[in-house]
């Protein structure tokens, strides 16, 4: 079959606006809002967003477009998508192997993703409740710290999630979705707007400004440039075939180029606009950066329970959380679900159950590491941080460097020039990021943070 016949049998999106939506969706999730304040706050801030947000131009861009490339042209599942291409650019089927790592991945993150998009469950019921109008920075903390001390309450939350990703996942990526994102994504930059020009009142908003745009090179390691490089792949959802999978369901005559800049621009402003939230109100109650996986739970209910219809605000603001996180957890479990129905000919319903059922037993390690098992250590580190390590820092950069090798070096330069389809230059440079400058950066991080040199 030539490349121009083949179409996947699970559908295709209606139009490139809808392949936009959906994979900004998929970008633009936890790891902006919850995830980048949190590491920006441990890695001391400037020079940690510098470092970045220079992974996201050099290595995210130039491979979100190698992925989305390989799913159009292969138009499956990762793993049977890695398997035919590597047959027709005469390669080994090792290949596919990328395709399982991408699965394995998934799972992983999923187990623990659910869980902390539970958190944000219930935060959408304790700021409707009023819980926190009035409340101190103390105040807060000790709700926060009381919640996650209850394996119970975090597991009933995590339940919920993942009940409702398999149902959404069930019934096919197209239904509602595309919609839902259309809407709820605006809404949510608008509330994010909203919360910057809050923070600009608490009288500490250049301080913020300054701990996360000025650069103290003194303050980044090579732990953190690491993390830094594994955020970038997480944000963007690159290195397990989620956009590979999404971009299986993409019609030939979309710009690859142009939607990938569209993606990765949006998932940026997120998550500096978070960031701009986040940090004054910080600084403004004597808080520390580094509070860790906690801290947009211990600042945003402060500004909730002092702004004007700061309940109203608050419960939305976690509404629209909970819903940027499930467009992400949809993506997280597609690759996987995309394969049973191709191999194992099961429905989409029966694949999303048995993935959920096995995802929800995993995330029970996430949610014991917050409370029963947080003394429970692994080269000093719990559960979910050896998963969030584990997945971010080493899965997902690994994924991509093999992406970018396949995509840059061993599928013929006919058949990347074709799917591509841009001007000269524009292939010209991304040929050149995604053959040299992404596999090379990719490897000098690991070396280093293994301590090679
Ligand atoms: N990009 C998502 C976020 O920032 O929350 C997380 C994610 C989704 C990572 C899908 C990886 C992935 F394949």
Not at 172 to 181: I, M
Request: aromatic fraction near 14%; glycine fraction near 10%; charge should be neutral.
């Amino acid at each position: 079959m030539t490349t121009e016949q083949r179409t996947s049998i699970h559908g295709q999106w209606s139009t490139r606006m809808a392949f936009i939506l959906a994979a900004t969706g998929s970008a633009v999730g936890l790891g902006n809002i919850w995830k980048f304040p949190y590491i920006a706050g441990e890695n001391g801030g400037g020079a940690f967003v510098l470092v970045y947000l220079c992974c996201i131009a050099a290595i995210g861009v130039p491979i979100m477009m190698a992925e989305v490339m390989l799913g159009r042209r292969g138009r499956q599942s990762p793993i049977n998508t890695m398997a035919t291409l590597a047959t027709e650019e005469g390669r080994p089927q090792f290949w596919s192997l990328l395709g399982w790592m991408g699965v394995l991945a998934g799972f992983l993150i999923l187990s623990y993703y659910s869980v902390i998009a539970g958190w944000a469950l219930s935060y959408v019921f304790r700021t409707a409740s009023g819980m926190f109008v009035g409340a101190t920075a103390d105040g807060v903390g000790s709700i926060f710290s009381q919640f996650i001390a209850s394996a119970e309450s975090l597991l009933a939350w995590h339940t919920i999630f993942m009940v409702a990703t398999m149902i959404i996942v069930a019934r096919g990526v197209q239904h509602g979705l595309e919609k839902a994102v259309r809407y709820l994504m605006p809404l949510l930059f608008i509330l994010l707007v909203i919360l910057v020009f809050y923070s600009m009142t608490t009288g500490y908003f250049s301080e913020g400004l300054v701990f996360l745009f000025t650069a103290d090179f003194s303050k980044i390691t090579t732990g953190s440039i690491l993390i830094a490089m594994g955020h970038a792949f997480f944000t963007l959802s690159l290195g397990m075939g989620a956009i590979m999978v999404y971009g299986s369901y993409l019609p030939k005559d979309t710009s690859i180029a142009k939607a990938s800049m569209i993606i990765a621009s949006a998932d940026t402003v997120v998550a500096l606009l978070a960031g701009m939230v986040i940090f004054p109100i910080v600084f403004a109650n004597g808080l520390e950066p580094g509070a860790g996986p906690g801290l947009i739970f211990k600042t945003l209910p402060i500004a909730f329970g002092q702004m004007d219809a700061g309940v109203l605000i608050g419960t939305l603001f976690f509404i629209l959380l909970v819903f940027a996180a499930w467009t992400s957890a949809i993506s997280l479990i597609e690759p996987a679900v995309a394969w049973l129905v191709e191999n194992k000919s099961m429905n989409r319903i029966y694949a999303s159950v048995w993935i959920g059922i096995a995802t929800w037993f995993m995330g029970i390690g996430t949610v014991l590491s917050f409370n029963i098992g947080s003394n429970v250590k692994w080269l000093d580190k719990t559960f979910f941080d050896l998963l969030d390590n584990l997945t971010a820092n080493i899965m997902l950069p690994l994924g991509g460097l093999f992406i970018a090798i396949f995509a840059g070096w061993l599928m013929r330069e006919q058949s990347s020039r074709d799917e591509l389809a841009s001007t000269e230059k524009g292939y010209v440079i991304w040929q050149i990021l995604v053959r040299y400058v992404s596999p090379v950066a990719v490897m000098i991080v690991f070396l280093n943070a293994i301590g090679v040199f």
